[in-house]
C-alpha cells in the first residue's frame, strides 16, 4: 500500500479550503446566506462533511468570506451617505442605495435579517448598521427631515420588511421596485408635502457617485 505524503495532504486540504470558499462566495452571493451548504460542496467538487471540517458549519463559514458576499458593499454604503454634506440628501441616498442593494445582493438580507446569528462577524454587521441608523435618524429629527415620531426601530424595521419581501417572494421587476423606492421616500421626506415637488430617488452608481440609473437597469 503507498504510503500518504503529509505534504501532499496538506497541499490537498489547501485546494479544499479554497475551491469551498470560491464556491461560497459565488452561491451565497447570488441566493443568500441560507443556500443550502451541499449546494456550496457541490460547486467546490467535496462532500458536505469536508465543509464542516474545514469550516466548522454554516456560521463559520459565513465568517470567512462575509466580507466578499455583501459587507463590504454594506460598509461603502454607510460611508458614502457619510459624506452626503446635507442631511435630507443623506437620508434620501441611503435608503435608495440600501434597498439597490437588498435588491442586488441577497446575502445583504441574510445580513439584515440576522439569519446566522452564530457568526460573529455577521451579528457585528448588524450591529454597525443599527448604530448607523441611530445616527442618520438623530440628524434627520434634528434637522426636521423625519418626523420627531420617527425612530431608529423604523429604519430597522424598513430593511427587514424588504429583506423579508425579497427573501419569500423573489426579486420583482426592477422599474416597479426603483417606483416604490421613491413613494418610499417621498412619504417619509418632508420635503415631499403639498405643494413642494418631491425629489425623484437616486441610485448609486457602479462608482458610488449617486447619479440617477435607468428605473429598468439591473446593475
Known sequence: MESLDPGALRADARRN????????????RDRGLSAPLEDIAAAAHVSKATVFNRFGGRAGLIDAVIDEVGAQELLDV???????DDTEERIRWYIAALRDLQYRLPAVNGVILRQVPGSRELMELCSQGERFHDELVAQ???????AETFEPEDFHALAIETALVLEERGRPPRPGYDRRTAFL??????????????RPARHPSRDGSGERTDPGDEA
Open 17 to 28: 479550503h479554497d475551491r469551498i470558499r470560491a464556491a461560497a462566495v459565488e452561491v451565497f
Open 140 to 146: 434627520g429629527v434634528a434637522s426636521g427631515v423625519l
Open 185 to 198: 421616500l417621498d412619504g417619509i421626506a418632508r420635503s415631499a408635502r403639498p405643494g413642494r415637488p418631491a
Open 78 to 84: 454607510i460611508e458614502r451617505a457619510r459624506s452626503v
